[in-house]
C-alpha cells in the first residue's frame, strides 16, 4: 500500500520530433494523473512546461522513465510538491503591533518594559495575562518515534513538529513553538522542559519512544503547574474512544458488555487500553509481540504490569490470532500484517474493526471490509479516519482558556464524548462514526468539554468568562435539587 504525491516535472520539448499529446499519453499509461500544466517559455521549435501529475509514490520512476523515453522530450527538473511546501520551514513569528517610532519603542521595549517585568515579579500569575504564556505550547520531540519511521532523530523530527504547530495555529489560534531536544535521555529532557516552561501555558510532547515517554510526562505532570499531554498516547486514544463510541451505536452493542482487543502495546495503545478502562469496556485483552498480556508473566517494562493486572481476566495466551474468538473489537495500533482474514472471521457478528496503524495498517481494508460492520484506519482514503487533530487543538483550547493544572482521564473522556457527538445520532452509520478533521464544530465542543470536565474535576485556575453563566446555572440547579435534604 503506498501514499500519493504530485511532483512537478519541467520538460522542453522539441516540437519538431514529439507532441504534447505524446507526453500526456505516456504519463496516463504509467500510472500518473496529470491535474495541471503551465507553458514557462514558447520559441518556435522549442517549449517548455511545468505538467503538475499526482500519483502514488511507488509509481514516479516509471512515469518519469516514461516521459523520457519520448524521442524530442527532455526533463529539466523534477520538484516534489511536498518538499516545495517545506522551503524555508513552515512557520513564522510576527509581532502582533508594528514599531514605528520612539514612543512605540519605549511602550514594547525598554524603558517601558521594566513596569511589566516589575509587576510579573512581584505577581507572578500576571504572565498570564501580560505575555504570550497563555495562549503558547511547547511541542516537545526527541526524535526517537517520529510516524512511522522511528527514531531519526531531533534534525528530522523538526518539519512533523513544524506541521504540529501549523495545525495549533490554524485550528485552534494556539501559538505553538518546535523544541527539539538532542539528548535522549529522560532526566535531560525533564530538565529541559521544566527550563523552559515559564514562557509555555503547555507541554505538548511528540513522538517520543515507549516507554520513556510515560516517565517523562508523569514527572513533567507531577512536577510542573500546567498542563503536559502526550498525544501519541492520548490523542490517539480519545480520537479512537470517539470512534468506538459511534461504532458501538452502528451494531447496537454497549461498552460495558463487548470484549475488545487492543494490538501494539506502545504509547498509543497503552493510553487505550487506560481509557477503555475507564470508560467501563467490558473485557480489554492488551497484545503485544510477546502474546496477551497476563497477571500471571513477569514484565520489564512497570506499564505493561500495570495493564496486566487490569485487563485479560481469562488470562488468555498467545498471539492475536489466539485470542480473537468472539471479540467484538479489534484496535490496532501495530503494523502491516498483524490481523489476518482468518482473525477477523473469528470475531463476533457485527465485529468493529480499528486498523490504525500508518501508513499501512494491521489489515488491507479492502480485504477486511465484506466480514465486518465498521472499519476504521488512520488514513485519510478510507471513511472514517482515526486523526489525533480531530484532538490535540481543542483539548489545548480548553485547558489553556480554564489555565488547567493537568489533564486528567475525565477531560481525555469527556473530548472523546464531544467529539463523537460532532455527528447527529441519525447521522450515524458504518462509514461515517467520526468527524472530519476540517469540521470547524471539532475543535469548540471539545474545548467547552473539556473546560467543564476540568471544573468538575477541580483542576482549574479559572473559568472562562463565555462559560461563566453556563457553569454558575448549572451549580445554582444542583444545589436548588439538594435543597431542604439534609445536604
Not at 405 to 416: S, V
Request: with cysteine; proline share 4%; aromatic share 4%.
Amino acid at each position: 500500500m503506498s501514499t500519493y504525491t504530485s511532483v512537478i516535472i519541467r520538460i522542453e520539448m522539441d516540437s519538431r520530433r514529439a507532441a504534447f499529446a505524446d507526453v500526456s499519453a505516456a504519463i496516463s499509461r504509467s500510472g500518473g494523473d496529470m491535474i495541471a500544466i503551465d507553458l514557462i517559455r514558447s520559441h518556435q521549435t522549442m517549449t517548455v512546461r511545468d505538467v503538475t501529475v499526482n500519483m502514488m509514490d511507488s509509481k514516479c520512476d516509471e512515469v518519469l522513465d516514461s516521459i523520457r523515453s519520448i524521442e524530442g522530450i527532455t526533463i529539466v527538473n523534477v520538484s516534489d510538491c511536498t518538499f516545495l511546501a517545506h522551503l524555508g520551514g513552515k512557520i513564522e513569528i510576527q509581532a502582533k503591533r508594528p514599531i514605528r517610532n520612539r514612543e512605540d519603542l519605549s511602550r514594547v521595549y525598554t524603558p517601558g518594559v521594566a513596569k511589566i517585568s516589575r509587576t510579573i515579579h512581584e505577581q507572578q500569575h500576571k504572565a498570564y495575562s501580560l505575555t504570550l504564556k497563555r495562549n503558547s505550547v511547547a511541542v516537545v520531540s526527541d526524535g526517537t518515534a517520529v510516524l512511522g519511521l522511528g527514531d531519526i532523530g531531533p534534525w528530522a523530527a523538526l518539519p512533523v513538529m513544524e506541521g504540529k504547530a501549523m495545525l495549533f495555529k490554524q485550528l485552534a489560534n494556539i501559538d505553538a513553538y518546535p523544541l527539539c531536544l538532542d539528548t535522549k535521555d529522560p532526566d535531560e529532557i525533564v530538565r529541559i522542559v521544566k527550563a523552559v516552561s515559564p514562557g509555555f501555558g503547555g507541554i505538548n510532547l511528540e513522538d517520543i519512544s515507549s516507554p520513556r515517554c510515560f516517565e517523562i510526562e508523569r514527572r513533567l505532570t507531577e512536577e510542573l503547574d500546567i498542563p503536559v499531554f502526550h498525544d501519541d498516547q492520548h490523542g490517539t486514544a480519545v480520537v479512537a474512544i470517539a470512534g468506538l463510541i459511534n461504532a458501538l451505536k452502528v451494531v447496537g452493542k454497549r461498552m460495558d458488555d463487548v470484549r475488545i482487543v487492543v494490538a501494539g502495546i506502545g504509547a498509543a495503545g497503552v493510553s487505550i487500553c487506560k481509557m477503555l478502562i475507564a470508560a467501563g469496556a467490558g473485557e480489554v485483552i492488551a497484545v503485544d509481540r510477546e502474546g496477551a498480556l497476563s497477571s500471571q508473566h513477569e514484565y520489564d517494562n512497570p506499564m505493561w504490569s500495570w495493564l496486566a493486572s487490569r485487563t485479560n481476566p481469562s488470562q488468555l495466551q498467545g498471539s492475536v490470532s489466539d485470542v480473537m474468538n468472539g471479540v467484538d473489537v479489534f484496535i490496532g495500533v501495530s503494523g502491516p500484517g498483524a490481523l489476518s482474514v482468518e482473525d477477523v472471521r473469528k470475531m463476533a457478528d457485527n465485529a468493529i474493526v480499528f486498523a490504525m496503524a500508518n501508513p499501512e495498517p494491521e489489515i488491507d481494508p479492502e480485504v477486511a471490509e465484506p466480514y465486518v460492520k465498521v472499519l476504521a484506519t488512520g488514513r485519510s482514503d478510507y471513511p472514517n479516519q482515526i486523526n489525533n487533530v480531530l484532538c490535540f487543538p481543542g483539548m489545548f483550547r480548553g485547558a489553556l482558556d480554564c489555565r488547567a493544572k493537568l489533564i486528567n482521564e475525565e477531560m481525555k473522556l469527556a473530548a472523546a464524548s464531544a467529539i463523537a457527538g460532532v455527528i447527529p445520532e441519525e447521522e450515524v452509520n458504518e462509514h461515517y462514526i467520526i468527524p472530519s478533521i476540517f469540521n470547524e464544530v471539532v475543535v469548540e465542543r471539545v474545548r467547552q468539554a473539556v473546560v467543564e470536565a476540568a471544573i468538575q474535576t477541580g483542576v482549574h485556575n479559572r473559568i472562562p468568562r463565555d462559560l461563566q453563566d453556563g457553569m454558575r446555572t448549572a451549580e445554582l440547579a444542583v444545589s436548588g435539587a439538594f435543597e431542604g435534604k439534609g445536604v
